[in-house]
T-cell receptor
Framework: GQSLEQPSEVTAVEGAIVQINCTYQTSGFYGLSWYQQHDGGAPTFLSYNALDGLEETGRFSSFLSRSDSYGYLLLQELQMKDSASYFCAVHNQGGKLIFGQGTELSVKP | GAVVSQHPSWVICKSGTSVKIECRSLDFQATTMFWYRQFPKQSLMLMATSNEGSKATYEQGVEKDKFLINHASLTLSTLTVTSAHPEDSSFYIC??????????????FGDGTRLSIL
């Protein structure tokens, strides 16, 4: 079967750093993406890793280790507006995305 | 760039009605579009993959006669929920890609359609 595991919820304070982990087990793998989704909205693309290592985009960074089937999203200098659900998604054959169950991030003042 | 427009944003209708949702790529040619469904507090579940000019490929458990998908042009795909019932109430989201064979590029999502069947 195909599965992605990520924590269901994470709480942090403004200005802090938070890491959301994602482990995956899929029959095909072309890369790992991260999406942000606010309540009632559509997913917004954050980051993508095809190769091992760290990708940095502003306050957000994403890491991938293909040998460990593991990745994480790192959010720095947290702001209240970062409160949202974060999904990791494996890129599968034919361009399909397989999504994790999502991590609900709550940022407290 | 890479803007995907989805219409309508909200639909409320009576049970038994058929509802059509449109997904358009505004600034690129989308050879492949994907349709997802998301229930509250749950993940996005892929329903079907739509390639321009060919029949859609449905995921296991998705009724193709219930969810009709048409991808007649490089910028438009439609999802029709036929004879909708309350259990079809959900958030439907499309995404688009410019490459039929890619597997390593981010998908660009529409804003979603919230469907409520009374």
């Amino acid at each position: 079967g195909q599965s992605l595991e990520q924590p269901s919820e994470v709480t942090a304070v403004e200005g802090a750093i938070v890491q959301i982990n994602c482990t995956y087990q899929t029959s095909g793998f072309y890369g790992l993406s991260w999406y942000q989704q606010h309540d009632g909205g559509a997913p917004t693309f954050l980051s993508y890793n095809a190769l091992d290592g760290l990708e940095e985009t502003g306050r957000f960074s994403s890491f991938l280790s293909r040998s460990d089937s593991y990745g994480y999203l790192l959010l720095q200098e947290l702001q209240m507006k970062d409160s949202a659900s974060y999904f990791c998604a494996v890129h599968n054959q034919g361009g399909k995305l397989i999504f994790g169950q999502g991590t609900e991030l709550s940022v407290k003042p | 760039g890479a803007v995907v427009s989805q219409h309508p944003s909200w639909v409320i209708c009576k049970s038994g009605t058929s509802v059509k949702i449109e997904c358009r790529s505004l600034d690129f040619q989308a050879t492949t579009m994907f349709w997802y469904r998301q229930f509250p507090k749950q993940s996005l579940m892929l329903m079907a993959t739509s390639n321009e000019g060919s029949k859609a490929t449905y995921e296991q458990g998705v009724e193709k006669d219930k969810f009709l998908i048409n991808h007649a042009s490089l910028t438009l795909s439609t999802l029709t929920v036929t004879s909708a019932h309350p259990e079809d109430s959900s958030f439907y989201i499309c995404s688009a890609s410019s490459d039929r064979t890619y597997s390593n590029q981010p998908q660009h999502f529409g804003d979603g359609t919230r469907l409520s069947i009374l």
